[in-house]
């Protein structure tokens, strides 16, 4: 494989990361000065700025990880992209349903069932690369901790 296919594949798949989250962006960037602003928040929210370096943080993680994957020299299996791209789509769809719909509630839902869906993909990329399953280590913690402060926003408001 040429240096050149592998640095495709390397932008390809942090695109793909980075993408979802700027899809995601759309729905919350315009909402945060206005809508989020006047929620009641549950105690220990971080800043608002501490997000955005988060997020970039793991966006980047899960595109390596994604990376590692696809260039693995093993078979390829297709269930561990099937769970990437399913925990990438509910990541964007919470943050549609939670900023961009204001809807808290169904957002607990959406964040749970991501949970789930992360630990799925945590599982097959094992299979594949164990490097590339601890590399979503970061996103699994901090979205257990998105939880805490969904349900938060959820019940006190």
């Known amino acids: ?3 050149f296919k ?5 932008i390809a798949a942090v695109g793909i990361s980075f993408a979802a ?10 909402n945060i000065p206005t809508w989020y602003t006047t929620l ?9 700025e501490v997000f955005g370096p988060v997020w970039s943080v793991l966006y ?8 590692l994957v696809w260039t693995a020299q093993t078979q390829k299996p297709s269930l561990a992209y099937v769970a990437f791209f399913c925990q990438l789509a509910l990541n964007t769809i919470w943050s549609l349903v939670f900023f961009g719909l204001h809807q808290p509630d169904m957002g607990v839902a959406i964040i749970l069932v991501l949970l789930g869906a992360i630990i799925w993909t945590m599982h097959e990329f094992a299979k594949v690369s ?12 901090w979205v257990g901790f998105a939880i805490y402060l ?8």
């Not at 989250?21 to 315009?30: D, F, K, Q, R």
């Not at 549950?42 to 608002?48: A, D, E, R, T, W």
């Not at 980047?60 to 990376?67: P, R």
């Not at 164990?130 to 913690?141: E, H, Q, R, T, W």
Request: net charge positive; hydrophobic share 55%.
């Open 21 to 30: 989250g700027g899809i995601g962006s759309l729905a919350t960037t315009s």
């Open 60 to 67: 980047l993680l899960m595109g390596i990880a994604l990376f």
């Open 6 to 10: 592998r640095v495709g594949q390397f």
């Open 40 to 48: 009641a928040k549950p105690p220990f929210l971080p800043p608002n």
């Open 150 to 157: 969904t349900i938060g926003v959820a019940v006190l408001n």
């Open 130 to 141: 164990k490097v590339a399953s601890a590399l979503l280590a970061p996103y699994l913690l």
């Open 1 to 3: 494989m040429t240096v």
